[in-house]
């Protein structure tokens, strides 16, 4: 299976501190993308980082990618309550235009 | 812009009944793709459409799933029959069918088999 997977499964942290999430992949990838699932809604896309770069920021969002060890990080800094949700990674199979997702790992920021 | 839009949000029904879901994409998106989420299973692809035809249904689990889009502008996910193992939530994605292209999700269908 080409299904990622976040670590840690769960995490709990104060509000401002800042939070970070793991994810590992199994095969090659064209690029890898991180979404956000409020409960209740559906997913949200967050930042998409291809396979030829290494870092990428969006506000408070900085995603690593090591394609030599399949796998990326998602930080979120000064993190608020309103961040509380589930992560997910996602990779793309070569050639296609379909994505796998990771089990998630679910973010509490407690005010 | 109005997103993707899904119904019914909830869905309710006895084992054995027909359930039928809809989803409507985003305007000038070329694929859709249906997903079913559960505790157990986390995110699952079920079939995918580009320009209207399904190109991969691996992960319909069974017969008894079926998924038409007639036109760009809709799709339906049929159960039949329905048993208790389909209560889940299901999840109606596009995109513009490009690679590197982010999907955009519906807010899904709550589904409940009694």
């Known amino acids: 299976s080409q299904q990622g997977e976040e670590d840690p499964q769960a995490l709990s942290i104060q509000e401002g501190e800042n939070a970070t999430m793991n994810c590992s992949y199994k095969?090659?990838?064209?690029?890898l993308q991180w979404y956000r699932q409020n409960s209740g809604r559906g997913l949200v896309h967050l930042i998409l980082?291809?396979?030829?770069?290494r870092e990428k920021h969006s506000g408070r969002l900085r995603v690593t990618l090591d394609t030599s060890k399949k796998s990326s990080s998602l930080l979120i800094t000064a993190s608020r309550a309103a961040d509380t949700a589930s992560y997910f990674c996602?990779?793309?199979?070569?050639?296609?235009?379909?994505?796998?997702f990771g089990t998630g790992t679910r973010l509490t920021v407690i005010p | 812009d109005a997103g993707v839009i899904q119904s019914p949000r909830h869905e309710v029904t006895e084992m054995g009944q027909e359930v039928t879901l809809r989803c409507k994409p985003i305007?000038?998106?070329?694929?859709l793709f249906w997903y079913r989420q559960t505790m157990m299973r986390g995110l699952e692809l079920l079939i995918y459409?580009?320009?209207?035809?399904?190109?991969?249904d691996s992960g319909m689990p069974e017969d008894r799933f079926s998924a038409k889009m007639p036109n760009a502008s809709f799709s339906t996910l049929k159960i039949q029959p329905s048993e208790p193992r389909d209560s889940a939530v299901y999840f109606c994605?596009?995109?513009?069918?490009?690679?590197?292209?982010?999907?955009?999700f519906g807010d899904g269908t709550r589904l409940s088999i009694l």
């Open positions: 459409f580009n320009n209207n035809v399904p190109i991969d």
């Open positions: 996602a990779t793309d199979a070569a050639g296609a235009n379909n994505l796998f």
């Open positions: 095969t090659s990838i064209n690029n």
């Open positions: 305007s000038g998106h070329n694929s």
């Open positions: 994605a596009s995109s513009p069918g490009r690679s590197n292209q982010p999907q955009h």
């Open positions: 980082i291809r396979s030829n770069e």
